[in-house]
């Protein structure tokens, strides 16, 4: 099978203009097939905060109500989304950029309050949680070596855009890309990887296996920050992902290459 | 060669959300390969006075200064675009939305202030005049029985995102794709078509030849507005576009059928 890399990019990345120009750069170089996923960063709510619509979070996760489902619309699949692709073009790299709505690439549904993601009995609002990824769509374009670069918004196939998770955009789009390619799944943020010491960028866990990650939960030395994302990673190398890395976007090429990072394990 | 409908659907329509609902009902019906080329309404002047962006414009056109650009880009390229994505899904059309960043669909060059466009040596800003428009993705994408929502952003391919009048990027596609396909330009707006008298609603001219076209605007009997879209209308039918017609966006159908709207003649 081909490989196929799927790359994250944390919000941190987005927020620096610098640090997105090299970083976009970067992912221009990677050779062979590529698709790019992007959250937002502190865009939607510096927005929020302009156009005096309140954000409400509830651990941590932010509430999206109707006006600020167009905020992130406009945010995450126009502003975001449009300028990496433009970059990605001034860098040599034909890309394309899509929301799950585009194509009916992502599907989804809008997490319900008794659902077991809204915790609690939390109306997270238009939030969707993930049903199908369509793959031909994007066979297509990637055998056009076409770059794609999703945002993290999905639709119900009703007419309704949905709010999704990136990190789970990222797990589900190389799962589902996993029957027809060779995946790699890259998890690019601000950490040099899965650290033992949160302040210590030289403490990196160089593999984590489903049993050692169980013991560090148990001992609470994850960072709560960090479940989802490697909950989301284990989830993807246990379904068809050849190989998942989480580490540093400036060091993206060492990811790649396996000189940096943490790999999960799924033995 | 195979049917492809090309429509531009005016502003009046986006800034009113029940004709919207109609229309991309309509849209969703209409057999065949489409294309959508949508603009922004007034949209972008509400949020740039919420963000409290000064705009400005010359002759009734805006001045594209960097701010402005980054409203231009999230409110077409982003919550127009997906939102109208989002419905046509909804409405059983299989639609994607692009921007002319995406998959290098659309190549413009800034224009300059000595440009023969820019009036009176005025500087626009970031607006793009199209160069070329990629036909080969767009072909992958019809040959899937996809309908293309294409936002009025072009891009330079030097990283730079510029703003399109839509009514050109209308022109522009549908001219390169009429190598390929049978080629009908719909421009739909406000009005039943082409007016001898702008208050009157039945005075609609059923079809314009160039010649009558100059005899209409040297008695000054055609609306200033009119100009730049009838004038794209004739580049269109001039350039192998086989039909194009402009009429009432309420009356998709009727315009399709060839019972309202007027056509343009180039005999």
Do not use: W
Not at 33 to 41: D, N, R, Y
Not at 45 to 56: D, R, V
Not at 176 to 185: F, H, M, P, R
Not at 241 to 260: D, P, R, T, W
């Amino acid at each position: 099978m081909e490989k196929l890399y799927v790359i994250k990019i944390g919000g941190n990345i987005i927020d620096d203009d610098q640090k997105l120009v090299a970083f976009l750069k970067d992912f221009a170089a990677v050779k062979g097939l590529k698709v790019l996923v992007h959250g937002g960063g502190k865009l939607v709510t510096k927005m929020a905060s302009q156009l005096g619509i309140e954000q409400q979070m509830i651990d941590g996760r932010r509430i999206t109500d109707a006006e600020t489902l167009k905020i992130v619309t406009m945010v995450y699949a126009g502003l975001i989304n449009k300028n990496i692709v433009a970059q990605l073009q001034g860098n040599g790299c034909n890309a394309l950029g899509l929301c799950g709505a585009d194509g009916n690439t992502i599907q989804s549904h809008k997490r319900g309050s008794n659902s077991p993601l809204g915790v609690g009995g939390i109306d997270y609002g238009f939030v969707g949680d993930v049903d199908t990824v369509n793959t031909s769509l994007l066979q297509s374009l990637l055998a056009q070596q076409i770059a794609i670069v999703l945002a993290p918004i999905t639709h119900d196939l009703n007419g309704l855009l949905l709010n999704t998770n990136a990190d789970t955009i990222a797990q589900e789009t190389a799962k589902a890309l996993s029957t027809i390619y060779n995946v790699e799944l890259i998890y690019s943020f601000e950490k040099a990887g899965v650290l033992l010491d949160i302040n210590d960028d030289t403490s990196v866990i160089s593999s984590l296996t489903p049993i050692y990650y169980q013991e560090l939960k148990e001992q609470h030395r994850i960072f709560a920050g960090m479940i989802p994302k490697l909950d989301n990673a284990f989830a993807a190398i246990n379904n068809g992902v050849s190989k998942v890395i989480i580490g540093k976007a400036e060091q993206l090429q060492e990811l790649i290459s396996g000189n940096s990072g943490t790999a999960i394990i799924n033995v």
